[in-house]
């Protein structure tokens, strides 16, 4: 758990203050680990997540740093190891690099004649939780035994205590790397399996969100989860841009219903969600309204080009071949679209309205067809 620092000097071990500075150092690691699940919550980019992690890790080292475990006789531990470590098996290689820089940074500032040694000790540690993240990590649940292994090839860093002077190396070898050993593995335990807390709550809550804000029988997201992403792109600065909203509503679904039976209306329903995703590109948001109908948002697109999708979409459903026990069932979508100018501030509700009403002249037109909506412009 614990790195190794040599000033020189005589430092006697109090219990009292080693008791005060493990807390302390598990405070710091406890902190860190709440750290890690509100920046991992956040919905920046994973790139940056990391680069905050480094931050913050490099930083909590720096403060363990300040308060060492003395053990007499110029030689002083403490828990930047673990931290940078962690940091590293967790946070990704920019954590792992950031961290070990800041930690590193600080060691070589402080400097002493165990400068050197503990520089290079920081970044074995970080390259060894990188590898132990990059080869050994599970793709499932993180147990202790992970975590264990995990402090074992932490203490390798231990290596670096060859670069002290030779009359604090041996001392260093008989009594302080065992401690340091046995630190890394329970270090690596308690603040791993924090970690990995903060990991499976994580999970959680987005597996939550997910099942919250999609739909069960086609895997769209929902009207709720569609509101959410798209009133975002709303939001943001259009740039000159035009975006397109379509509406797709399955023609005669209470006829297949009603003469077919719900499992195959069902099966309908998710034969057209499948050629929504086939069709369409990543920039499109494509959610299923309710019922029979799906919605469809195409940003920075022109009303040519999203008449072309949407011509493709009815024919691609149209030509799908929906089949149930050898017989074909008919099955088609009428489309209502509209199109947002680039100085429309117009909100989503009102571009589902237009939508909606130009589908409906679609159906009254005789249904599998596309009809667009006059431009909303302000």
């Not at 009292?16 to 807390?23: P, Q």
């Not at 132990?132 to 203490?155: C, F, H, Q, V």
Request: aromatic share 8%; with cysteine; proline share 5%.
């Amino acid at each position: 758990m614990w790195a190794l620092l040599y000033e020189g000097g005589e430092m006697p071990m109090n219990p009292v203050t080693v008791l005060t500075t493990v807390m302390f150092g598990a405070g710091i690691m406890a902190l860190l680990a709440i750290s890690y699940g509100v920046i991992e919550r956040s919905r920046i980019r994973p790139f940056w997540r990391s680069i905050f992690h480094g931050m913050f890790f490099g930083a909590g080292a720096i403060l363990v740093m300040l308060k060492p475990i003395q053990l007499g006789e110029g030689v002083i531990i403490d828990a930047r190891a673990i931290i940078v470590g962690i940091a590293a098996a967790f946070g990704g290689w920019p954590a792992a690099i950031l961290s070990g820089i800041i930690a590193g940074a600080y060691r070589a500032y402080h400097g002493g004649t165990g400068a050197p040694s503990g520089v290079i000790g920081i970044f074995m540690a970080a390259g060894l939780g990188w590898y132990w993240s990059w080869r050994l990590k599970p793709n499932g649940e993180i147990n202790i035994r992970d975590t264990a292994t995990l402090g074992a090839i932490l203490a390798l860093y231990t290596i670096s205590a060859a670069l002290l002077p030779k009359e604090v190396f041996f001392q260093a070898v008989t009594t302080v790397v065992p401690v340091i050993v046995a630190g890394c593995i329970f270090g690596a335990i308690a603040m791993g399996s924090l970690m990995e807390r903060e990991r499976r709550y994580i999970y959680s809550e987005r597996n939550w969100r997910e099942s919250a804000l999609t739909d069960p029988l086609t895997d769209l997201p929902n009207r709720r989860g569609f509101f959410e992403k798209v009133n975002r792109a709303l939001s943001a600065p259009n740039h000159g841009r035009t975006d397109a909203l379509l509406i797709l509503d399955a023609d005669h679904f209470k006829r297949i219903n009603d003469t077919h039976g719900h499992p195959v209306g069902d099966a309908a329903l998710v034969l057209i969600a499948e050629k929504l995703k086939l069709i369409l590109d990543e920039e499109a948001s494509i959610c299923r309204l309710g019922g029979e109908e799906f919605a469809v948002f195409l940003p920075a697109t022109s009303q040519p080009a999203a008449n072309q999708i949407a011509e493709t979409l009815r024919l691609g459903i149209r030509k799908a071949g929906f089949t149930h026990d050898g017989v074909t069932v008919p099955l088609s979508v009428s489309i209502g679209a509209v199109m947002r100018s680039a100085a429309s501030r117009a909100p989503l509700i009102s571009l589902l309205r237009s939508a909606d009403n130009a589908l409906y002249y679609a159906k009254e037109g005789g249904r599998n067809k596309v009809v667009f909506a006059e431009p909303l412009e302000s």
